[in-house]
């Protein structure tokens, strides 16, 4: 991210260059596809939070995690909506605006800076969705396997 922060100092919308770039992997792994760097960074985010919270999970047994389950839920369903939202006005400038899917920006509302780029916010957003409605469900369960106490 730092990379294409510093060699693409200049972009149109927030995150456009994290959305134009094109990461090469490496061999064996370039025979498959190349990854935008923000798409890449979302999944390392993503997969790094899993594995912490599978190492936690036997700590997070003992302790009340019902407070943080309902704000993990909320989290969850106000990110879904802004999910679902970010793919209606991204296909909606696009099929009114026409151009390459990914350097839309969402001009739809009064930024201060800069728009944010329909990509790079919707990726960002749905791991926001994925993290915390995985956290919730996983405190869930861990609730559900507490030994009842009478």
């Known amino acids: 991210m730092v990379y294409y922060w510093i060699t693409i100092p200049n972009e149109n919308s927030f995150g456009e260059r994290y959305v134009n770039s094109e990461v090469p992997l490496i061999f064996p792994f370039f025979v498959i596809m190349s990854f935008k760097p923000i798409t890449l960074t979302v999944y390392l985010i993503f997969t790094g939070v899993l594995l912490i919270l599978e190492a936690i999970k036997e700590r997070l047994r003992d302790?009340?995690?019902?407070?943080?389950?309902?704000?993990?839920?909320?989290?969850?369903?106000?990110?879904?909506?802004?999910?679902?939202?970010?793919?209606?006005?991204?296909?909606?400038?696009?099929?009114?605006?026409?151009?390459?899917?990914?350097?839309?920006?969402?001009?739809?509302?009064?930024?201060?800076?800069?728009?944010?780029?329909?990509?790079?916010?919707?990726?960002?957003?749905?791991?926001?969705?994925?993290?915390?409605?995985?956290?919730?469900?996983?405190?869930?369960?861990?609730?559900?396997?507490?030994?009842?106490?009478?």
Do not use: C, M
Not at 66 to 91: D, H, M, Q, T
Not at 100 to 111: P, S
């Open 63 to 150: 302790r009340n995690t019902r407070p943080i389950k309902i704000i993990l839920l909320l989290v969850a369903f106000a990110s879904g909506y802004e999910v679902l939202w970010n793919f209606f006005a991204w296909f909606t400038a696009w099929q009114r605006e026409g151009g390459v899917l990914d350097a839309i920006a969402n001009t739809t509302h009064e930024y201060p800076i800069l728009p944010a780029n329909f990509n790079f916010a919707t990726k960002i957003i749905f791991l926001i969705f994925a993290l915390s409605l995985y956290g919730s469900l996983l405190l869930g369960k861990l609730e559900r396997s507490k030994p009842t106490t009478h």
